[in-house]
């Protein structure tokens, strides 16, 4: 169960205290289970003073390499932040295979299992040759520039990506007789440094049922929270401030714009050839 943070702020900001600091920072979420260690890379995204996404990540835990953590933490101020902890659903263990992946000035990361990537992947078109890992996570994000392209908004970029995972369930469920779904979870968050949209959304549990430090906390279920000027998402609070959580399926955008983060929230109503989609966190 991979650990998923992102920042917005009207202004340049810093995302040190939460990724490091709090008492549920994203660091210390690292280590903060034995039973679900995030042990399997670690990544950090922000924007230059050209809009140019900056990422710094590894292939090892962020509990083993907190000084570097640290580092990067420091380095990582712009108007928005993203974070990752990986928790890795395949052997692919390295650098590469860590979030966030970067492609057209966008960056991604993800939580859960895309269990149908080889299919999504000869779905893709021209874009199938930008995929260079394994990584079920990377076939999710060019999924998502495939659609963002066609519909023009990324709400409707992550409903179009979910309901494209079940027209081709459809015709390829037999290859996976150990499962009931194409996906475990399809948790993510997109930026492209002037906005934030993140989807919640799963169709069948992954290894965990809980948060790390929040025991109510459902599997999947993201929360969100105002930090003065910063509206923040992530997969489980990090500290110990009042958090909302997201109604899934859902998708919220936010907007830096002038002095102020502009919030739109985008329920989905999703429905696959055999009627609606299941959403997990009703189950």
Known sequence: MCRLFAQISPTKDNAKDLLTETNYSLLRQADGDAKNPQQDGWGLAWFDADGRPRV?????????????????SRSATSNVVLGHLRAASNPHLDDAHAHPFTDDGWTFIHNGTL??????????GPRKGRIHTKSDSEVYFQQFLKHLAIVGNPAGAFKACIEENWSLWASCRDRYPDVTTPYTGLNAIASEGKSLHAVCHGARRGTATHGIFHSDQPWGVMSFAWRDRRFVIAS????????????????????????????????????????????????
């Open 115 to 124: 269990t149908i990537a080889e299919e999504v992947a000869d779905a893709m």
């Open 236 to 283: 489980e609070g990090v500290d110990g401030g009042d958090w909302s959580r997201f109604s899934p399926p859902e998708v919220i955008s936010a907007v830096a714009r002038d002095s102020v983060v502009e919030i739109v929230r985008h329920p989905l109503e999703l429905k696959g050839l055999n009627g609606p989609v299941p959403e997990v966190s009703r189950s």
């Open 56 to 72: 710094r990540k590894s292939g090892r835990s962020a509990a083993v390499e907190k000084e570097k953590f640290i580092e990067a």
